[in-house]
């Protein structure tokens, strides 16, 4: 195992890991990211392939803060936003609780810190939502959507570049406790 | 299981929160009802924030938007009024060309319809004179013109060619100051020479006062000039006075009015006819007389007005003593007693009652005239305007109104004036009809030993 590939794998969590993110930034933070996804599309309609939710509890879990967590975490922002959509609620609440157990699993082998890794983990988990939502929607209520693979790695790749500076951001906004 | 619970403790949350969700999720599917209060919930906290992200946009992005429409309102307004401006431009050229258009082909039409040879010419500068009324035009000896040609536009004269260059020639205008012409008044054929004044009138000299003008009478050239050819129109009198020596006669030149750009060089002039009736110009309008005045000038008002003359006057104050004497003229059979001349208002003063009795105007000879000047010159009027010895023969009076001076006491009979014999003034050279004009050149015509064009018969 070379040096770079074992600081991968073992290097030190986020910076955030012994962080305590105020309680309201938590409930900030998701609420910015939900009215994002409803208003501003109205506005500023490329901004439609952006997964601010999505992107949140992604590095609410690289953040460190454990599975269980990033579970709740991941849950209550996806119940909300079945709440502000037509279907029924839960679909986005088991995506995004799988993601963020799946994502905060994943931040305790790899060094989330490195742009690549984030920018790696933000397309597969994009990618990851986006399929699994398509699972579900057809799995438990039947409805015939199309998955369009190529325009879904697209955007993938767009949430993962904008998911870097977007992290940045995020970090800085924790407050030491 | 509490092993399996503490070893595999996150996967168990999962699992819990998986299945609560798909629980929910089936709940939801097989009942066909909603959880509304997670929506409730939702939506109330979502909409505040909602409410005061659009409260915040309105009015900070609102007003940036509406600073770059306003900015956009700002270029597209200077940008519809440079437009404007253009469109402006083009319109006043386009009216300007439509103008010149018109007015070339006025020109061409007055050219083929009149026997005159002439050639147009443009108007492309002023005389530098001081006071000059003078213009260049765009001819010149290379086209023909001369000295001494006629200039004149349908709807009149212009001036005549003072100098001839080769490529332009100088024209000097009916108004300027040294400029004199041969006119004939269109309705009594008088005839006199017209001179420039300087300004935008003309006057016509060497009227006689008995010569007999009316106020708005169309001046003709007469041809007497050898420059204008007979025929031409030269402008309305606008006013008509008596001088001390001749008629004070100012006419508008009709083809200076409306600008002056385009106009016609007499190369050959043939002398036309006076054309009769009323002469159609395109931009002097007159109006017609009132229903209540006649052709004669104003009458019957003890002040007379501007244009009347001393015939007038006269004859006023003889109508007003046979109001005063309750006679009516026109009414009286031969043998009637006139009334008393000897007793006007205004020259006798206070030898008139003021109103005597009928039977003192009525009684026979009790009173001369005295004056033998009739006063009307219509022939309804004569019985009762003439002298007794007129009215006795029973003849009427048709002698033109006398220029009869009423005298202070005692009355003194005034002979009839003499009319002036109707002597047209003959212009042969406008210098000798304007002394103190400068000398022009003489037309071609004026050369020694070259006879004068045939004259129209009479002229």
């Given at each position: 195992m070379s040096e770079f590939t074992e600081r991968l794998l073992v290097?030190?969590?986020?910076?955030?890991?012994t962080d305590r993110v105020r309680l309201i930034w938590l409930l900030v933070i998701p609420l910015i990211a939900i009215l994002f996804q409803v208003y501003v599309p109205r506005f500023?309609?490329?901004?439609?392939?952006?997964?601010l939710p999505l992107l949140v509890t992604v590095h609410f879990a690289l953040s460190g803060r454990g599975p269980i967590a990033s579970v709740f975490y991941g849950m209550f922002i996806g119940l909300v936003q079945d709440s502000l959509s037509?279907?029924?609620?839960g679909m986005f609440g088991i995506v995004k609780t799988l993601v963020g157990y799946f994502a905060a699993s994943v931040s305790m082998r790899f060094?989330?810190?490195n742009p690549i890794v984030t920018f790696i983990l933000s397309f597969f988990f994009y990618f990851f939502h986006q399929f699994f939502y398509w699972v579900l929607a057809r799995a438990l209520l039947g409805q015939a959507m199309l998955f369009d693979a190529p325009q879904t790695l697209l955007f993938g790749l767009l949430n993962a570049a904008v998911a870097l500076p977007l992290f940045r951001i995020l970090d800085k906004l924790r407050v030491a406790a | 299981m509490e092993f399996f619970l503490s070893r595999y403790r996150n996967l168990t949350v999962l699992l819990i929160a998986i299945a609560a969700q798909l629980l929910l999720i089936a709940y939801q599917i097989k009942?066909?009802?909603?959880?509304p209060m997670l929506r409730v919930w939702a939506v109330s906290a979502v909409t505040p924030a909602e409410q005061a992200l659009n409260f915040v946009r309105r009015y900070t992005w609102g007003f940036v938007e509406d600073y770059f429409v306003l900015l956009g309102v700002r270029n597209d307004n200077e940008k519809l009024k440079q437009q404007n401006g253009q469109l402006k431009l083009e319109n006043h050229y386009l009216k300007t060309e439509l103008s010149t258009a018109d007015r070339v082909r006025a020109l061409s039409a007055f050219q083929a319809n009149t026997p005159s040879k002439m050639i147009a010419a443009r108007v492309t500068g002023n005389g530098t004179a001081a006071n000059s009324k003078e213009v260049f035009i765009d001819r010149g000896s290379a086209s023909g013109i001369e000295s001494g040609m006629a200039v004149v536009t349908p709807d009149g004269i212009v001036g005549k060619v003072v100098f001839a260059y080769p490529m332009a020639a100088l024209v000097m205008l009916?108004?300027?100051?040294?400029f004199a012409a041969g006119v004939i008044s269109q309705k009594n054929r008088v005839r006199g020479t017209l001179k420039g004044l300087g300004h935008s009138d003309c006057q016509v000299d060497y009227?006689?006062?008995?010569e007999k003008v009316d106020p708005g009478e169309w001046f003709f050239t007469s041809g007497d000039d050898r420059i204008f050819p007979k025929g031409f129109p030269v402008g309305q009198a606008t006013v008509v006075r008596s001088g001390k020596t001749f008629k004070e006669i100012y006419v508008s030149p009709v083809?200076?009015?409306?600008?002056?750009?385009e106009v016609l060089v007499v190369l050959q002039g043939v002398h036309q006819q006076i054309p009769e009736g009323e002469v159609s110009t395109q931009n002097y309008k007159i109006l017609p007389p009132p229903?209540?005045?006649?052709?004669?000038?104003?009458?019957?008002?003890?002040q007379p007005g501007v244009l009347a003359t001393d015939a007038d006057r006269l004859r006023d104050q003889y109508k007003q003593a046979g109001d005063a004497q309750h006679h009516t003229f026109g009414e009286g059979t031969p043998g009637s007693t006139p009334p008393?001349?000897?007793?006007?208002p205004g020259v006798h003063a206070?030898?008139?009652?003021?109103k005597p009795p009928a039977s003192v105007a009525a009684k026979p000879g009790a009173s001369q005239p005295?004056?033998?000047?009739?006063?009307?010159?219509?022939p309804g009027a004569a019985?009762?305007?003439?002298?007794a010895g007129s009215v006795a023969n029973g003849?009427?009076?048709?002698?033109?109104?006398?220029v009869a001076r009423t005298q202070p006491e005692p009355a003194v009979p005034i002979p009839p004036?003499?009319?002036?014999?109707?002597?047209?003034?003959?212009?042969?050279?406008?210098t000798d009809a304007d002394p103190g004009g400068e000398a022009l050149p003489p037309p071609k015509?004026?050369?020694?030993?070259v006879k004068p064009p045939p004259r129209p018969p009479g002229q």
């Open positions: 290097g030190p969590r986020r910076k955030g890991s500023v309609q490329f901004l439609t392939y952006l997964e037509h279907q029924p609620i060094d989330v810190e | 009942s066909n009802r909603d959880v009916v108004t300027d100051g040294n009227v006689q006062n008995e083809g200076l009015q409306g600008g002056l750009e229903p209540d005045s006649g052709t004669e000038a104003p009458q019957g008002t003890g008393d001349f000897t007793k006007i206070g030898a008139l009652p003021p005295t004056t033998t000047a009739p006063t009307e010159s219509k019985g009762a305007a003439a002298p003849a009427p009076a048709t002698k033109k109104p006398p004036a003499k009319p002036r014999p109707r002597t047209p003034i003959l212009v042969t050279d406008p015509s004026e050369k020694p030993g």
